[in-house]
């Protein structure tokens, strides 16, 4: 989140060094001390040097990196460090973000979804598509420890994919670095200043927040955007070098007992030069209010993290950052209030929010964590866009009776889906069970069904020159649903030990949940898909599949009107391939207005629930 200035401020007193050398016999370029790295903060850097190389031919949704590609550019980066004989000791990612962060997170989401409000505007008719394939992206080091290049202004318009951390951490974890990744119950950024602290490490973020930590005297900071490759001396050696800043130096050679007080100075007067800063920070606080002010900003850079004493109890090293983060509320004494952030969909932002989709799956799931760690009256919230901006919606969790009945109910409609789809690939079985649960999310919430068409390019990438809002509403609605099993997957292996071993539901439910595929493989990109010519051609086949899988787990309204909707179709030559150039009769008149789920009685969401912003 940053001290703006603060590192500009502290540029022409940081040391350029040499991190490692690509010889480890060089005697000349010794290794610099061990790295820990922001995890969640190279994410987000790798991220943008994917997008800044894609080719301009690309239009801004096809050029967002794939999650594959994102959690393999973290490998090669970490790769090449450790080729450079850089030792890297931690990868920390967060697991919880502290009350006094909500805001600033709230304002984030607000801003991405207003920047895709502003995209969906400009795109109102859909987005051409690319007009000749590029192929798959050739990640090299050289983009990803490139900082000059800078990313396409048609590529700004669309915030990130919504899933790229935890897809980073599903690489990682199948990776032989999977021993130095931790996800912490606090900040990353807490965690990495506390062995820069107690072992003298350099930590590797983005954030200008740690050099306000106490890292000790040999604690440092490196920036992602001030490191780069380049060739040295004599013998021409391959190295990595960066500009290190050591806080505690930086404090000496400016004559301030502390850096933190000079990190203060800045933060709090956004017009002061840095002299005048330094100068201020050399001298003792006199006001009551500015010591109290002091003190509070000094509460937010502790290396002992309040919530170090659940390290230990909380195993929540295999959780996305988000499912972590609620567990750790509901581990936390005292909580009133439970706050589930989910991430930004790319969809449409003037339709119904694509989270609707799964709302009954991710209650069951929050039902199962709550219940089982005794919070009693606390208060559940989910947070997602709803209309034209993010708010909170009051969670009904199911009693004891209603997870029963739904866990039966969820074991036959997924051993349904396993026994119609057995014999075809695990990710595009479950990707067909995804859309055969939106599709019946449409018929219960009395709408029109997407398009054949818009149902085929979702599910195989088939090509057209629009891209239509139908189908990237449809896709984000499939994604919706497909992260809200592994919700529900993460939290039952997460509450496995605490469930009754005789609920009828549980071991039928995981062995079918355990199958579900990682990110990159449930989640392909676009592009991806349609390099799969195996179900691409064959549309009766795909949709045959799909109302199969409707039929079996009884939802027989739906099939009825996919095939009036083939039907209607086959002597239709007015919808685009895309589905880009119809609108439903509710779109037309304008009233498909913001509804919320209304899946089953234990589900719905109340009337009188509680929206609002934090």
Avoid at 34 to 44: N, W, Y
Avoid at 305 to 319: A, F, G, I, N, W
Avoid at 436 to 443: A, I, K, N, Q, R
Avoid at 488 to 508: N, R, V
Wanted: hydrophobic share 35%; proline share 4%; aromatic share 8%.
């Amino acid at each position: 989140m940053g001290i703006p200035r603060l590192t500009s401020y502290c540029l022409p007193y940081s040391d350029s060094s040499i991190l490692g050398c690509g010889d480890s016999k060089c005697s000349l370029h010794k290794t610099h001390s061990a790295l820990v790295i922001d995890g969640p903060g190279l994410a987000h850097h790798l991220y943008y040097r994917l997008l800044a190389s894609q080719p301009t031919t690309l239009n801004a949704i096809d050029a967002q990196p794939s999650y594959e590609e994102i959690g393999r550019a973290f490998i090669i980066y970490l790769r090449e460090l450790q080729e450079h004989n850089i030792s890297v000791i931690r990868v920390y990612f967060d697991g919880y973000l502290p009350f006094s962060k909500r805001a600033t997170r709230q304002s984030r989401l607000n801003a991405s979804l207003s920047l895709l409000k502003t995209f969906q505007a400009y795109h109102s008719h859909g987005i051409r598509s690319w007009e000749n394939f590029p192929g798959p992206h050739h990640i090299t080091t050289e983009v990803l420890f490139e900082t000059t290049s800078r990313i396409p202004d048609k590529f700004k318009g669309l915030p990130p994919t919504p899933f790229f951390v935890p897809a980073v951490l599903d690489a990682l974890c199948a990776s032989d670095y999977a021993d130095i990744v931790e996800i912490v119950p606090g900040e990353a950024d807490s965690y990495c200043a506390r062995i820069a602290n107690v072992v003298g490490a350099t930590v590797l973020t983005g954030d200008s927040d740690l050099l306000a930590y106490d890292l000790g005297l040999d604690g440092a900071v490196i920036f992602f955007n001030q490191i780069e490759k380049k060739t040295v001396g004599k013998k021409s050696c391959a190295v990595i070098s960066a500009q290190t800043f050591c806080p505690s130096s930086i404090a000496k050679r400016l004559g301030v007992t502390e850096f933190s007080r000079l990190a203060f100075e800045v933060k709090s007067d956004p017009f002061i030069t840095f002299l005048e800063a330094s100068k201020r920070a050399q001298k003792e606080i006199q006001e009551v209010t500015k010591q109290a002010l002091y003190e509070k900003f000094l509460g937010e850079y502790l290396t002992e993290d309040s919530l170090s004493s659940l390290e230990e109890s909380l195993k929540v090293h295999h959780l996305d950052p988000r499912v972590a983060e609620l567990a750790v509320q509901c581990a936390s004494q005292g909580q009133e209030e439970l706050q589930m952030y989910l991430p930004l969909l790319i969809d449409d932002p003037s339709r119904v929010s694509a989270w609707n989709v799964g709302w009954d799956l991710r209650c069951f799931s929050y039902s199962l964590l709550s219940s089982n760690n005794s919070l009693g009256e606390s208060k559940l919230y989910e947070y997602s866009r709803r209309g034209g901006r993010i708010v909170g919606y009051k969670v009904s969790k199911m009693t004891k009776n209603q997870q029963l009945e739904y866990g039966d109910s969820l074991r036959r409609r997924l051993g349904a889906m396993k026994t119609c789809l057995e014999d075809i690939p695990v990710a595009f079985a479950w990707r067909i069970c995804a859309m055969s649960e939106t599709l019946s999310w449409y018929v219960e919430d009395g709408r029109a069904l997407p398009a054949n068409q818009a149902i085929m390019a979702v599910l195989t990438g088939i090509v057209s020159e629009t891209l239509g809002w139908e189908t990237i509403q449809l896709s984000a609605q499939v994604e919706g649903a497909l992260y809200s099993y592994r919700i529900l997957k993460q939290i039952l292996g997460y509450t496995w030990e605490d469930l009754p071993a005789i609920t009828p539901w549980k071991s039928e439910v995981w062995e079918l949940l355990e199958i579900l595929p990682s990110l990159d493989q449930m989640l392909p990109s676009h592009l991806s898909l349609s390099e799969d010519s195996a179900y691409r051609s064959n549309r009766d086949m795909v949709l045959g599949l799909i109302k199969t899988t409707l039929t079996e787990s009884n939802q027989l309204t739906a099939v009825a009107l996919l095939s009036e909707r083939e039907e209607v179709d086959k002597v239709s030559s007015q919808v685009d391939v895309y589905g880009s150039t119809k609108k439903s009769k509710k779109q037309k008149n304008g009233s498909e207005k913001e509804t919320v789920p209304t899946k089953a009685a234990s589900t719905k969401r109340p009337d009188n629930c509680i929206a609002y912003l934090a």
